[in-house]
Nanobody, 127 residues
Framework: QVQLVESGGGSVQAGGSLRLSCAASGFTSSWYCLGWFRQAPGKEREGVASIYTGPGNTYYADSVKGRFTISHDSAKNTLYLQMNSLKPEDTAMYFC????????????????????WGQGTQVTVSS
């Protein structure tokens, strides 16, 4: 059974940094898609970044390019999101997602494509 557990959220001032982690378990293959999403109150869930764990293909939303970095440690089966130069508009609940498919090799997949989800971790950026 696939399980995803996020951690690392918190409160930070604008311009600061946070690193989110997502521990993944239950995958029998070493290659699969992982992604980060966020959802602010009253807004739709937004794709932030994705990574294909084998070759390491990554995609980012335009709103976070140059500020956020997605990475995966295969030895620890852990997904990371390093968030720098944070802005108040980055405030949201952040979720990690996973799927055994390979769509993320081509593009940033939509939330509807992912099969597995974590419970979320809150990020709050104050001005």
């Amino acid at each position: 059974q696939v399980q995803l557990v996020e951690s690392g959220g918190g409160s930070v001032q604008a311009g600061g940094s946070l690193r989110l982690s997502c521990a993944a378990s239950g995958f029998t293959s070493s290659w699969y898609c992982l992604g980060w999403f966020r959802q602010a109150p009253g807004k739709e869930r937004e794709g932030v970044a994705s990574i294909y764990t084998g070759p390491g293909n990554t995609y980012y939303a335009d709103s976070v390019k140059g500020r956020f970095t997605i990475s995966h440690d295969s030895a620890k089966n852990t997904l990371y999101l390093q968030m720098n130069s944070l802005k108040p508009e980055d405030t949201a609940m952040y979720f990690c997602a996973a799927d055994r498919g390979a769509l993320c090799v081509q593009r940033l997949p939509a939330s509807s494509w992912y099969q597995y989800w974590g419970q979320g971790t809150q990020v709050t950026v104050s001005s």
